[in-house]
């Protein structure tokens, strides 16, 4: 079992940054990033592996978020910068004991995610 707590998100301008992070209790193989904006189904941001330095990104967030680790804290961080209106969404990290990708139907935990809100 993992649990999964999220934090940072809020409000920003179009262009702004915004950082989440994601503290895990116990180990997971992969710890992943998504977002389900109203009306639209739940999507993968950003993922990678907890113990080797592989990472996965979606198109539209590529070159604006990086996705990080810290051992020492045992949490992954978000770190969204050049941030557009499209990308307000609710935010949920996720973590999983055997699979990584940017498919929801990977990963088996999931927290109880965090609003993001961006203005234009």
């Known amino acids: 079992q993992v649990q999964l707590v999220e934090s940072g998100g809020g409000s920003a301008q179009a262009g702004g940054s915004l950082r989440l992070s994601c503290a895990a209790s116990?180990?997971?193989?992969?710890i992943g990033w998504f977002r389900q904006a109203p009306g639209k189904e739940r999507e993968g941001v950003a993922a990678?592996?907890?113990?080797?330095?592989?990472?996965y990104y979606a198109d539209f967030v590529k070159g604006r978020f990086t996705i990080s680790r810290d051992n020492a804290k045992n949490t992954v961080t978000l770190q969204m910068n050049s941030l557009k209106p499209e990308d307000t969404a609710m935010y949920y990290c996720?973590?999983?004991?055997?699979?990584?990708?940017?498919?929801?139907?990977?990963?088996?935990?999931w927290g109880q995610g965090t609003q993001v809100t961006v203005s234009s």
């Open positions: 990678r592996l907890t113990t080797r330095s592989i990472t």
């Open positions: 116990g180990y997971a193989y992969c």
């Open positions: 996720a973590a999983d004991l055997g699979r990584c990708g940017l498919s929801p139907s990977f990963f088996t935990y």
